[in-house]
Nanobody, 122 residues
Framework: QLVESGGGLVQAGGSLRLSCAAS????????MGWFRQVPGKEREFVAS????????YYADSVKGRFTISRDRAKPMVSLQMNSLEPEDTAVYYC?????????????????WGQGTLVTVSS
C-alpha cells in the first residue's frame, strides 16, 4: 500500500529525493513519515509530517539537511535529502499511522513500505 522510490548511490555531500506513493486516498488523512534501518540496528525515526502538512518533525541527526513534504491530492510524501553523509546509508522506509499525534517509535505506525536503499560513499 506504500511504495517507495528514489533510493540509490550518491557521494558524500550530494542529494537524493525519496518519494512514497500510497495506494488509497485515505492515506491523505494519515500522519506519514520516514524511518531508516542499518543491518543489526533498530529502525530509526527520520522525519514525519502531519496529515495537513502544517507540522513536521525531524531527528536531530537530519535536522537542517532533510525536508519532508506531502501532496495530499495524490497522496504522496517525499523526503529531500541534502548534504548526505556516509552515516545516512541505510534502507529507508515510508510509513503511515491512522492518527493525529506525532510519534518517533516505529511500533506506533500502522503501515510500512518495502524500503529503498540509500548508499552514501565517502
Amino acid at each position: 500500500q506504500l511504495v517507495e522510490s528514489g533510493g540509490g548511490l550518491v557521494q558524500a555531500g550530494g542529494s537524493l529525493r525519496l518519494s512514497c506513493a500510497a495506494s488509497e486516498t485515505r492515506f491523505s488523512s494519515y500522519h506519514m513519515g520516514w524511518f531508516r534501518q542499518v543491518p543489526g540496528k533498530e529502525r530509526e525515526f527520520v522525519a514525519s509530517i502531519s496529515w495537513t502538512g502544517d507540522s513536521t518533525y525531524y531527528a536531530d541527526s537530519v535536522k537542517g539537511r532533510f525536508t519532508i513534504s506531502r501532496d495530499r491530492a495524490k497522496p504522496m510524501v517525499s523526503l529531500q535529502m541534502n548534504s548526505l553523509e556516509p552515516e545516512d546509508t541505510a534502507v529507508y522506509y515510508c510509513t503511515a499511522r491512522d492518527g493525529t499525534y506525532y510519534y518517533s517509535a516505529p511500533e506506533k505506525y500502522d503501515y510500512w513500505g518495502q524500503g529503498t536503499l540509500v548508499t552514501v560513499s565517502s
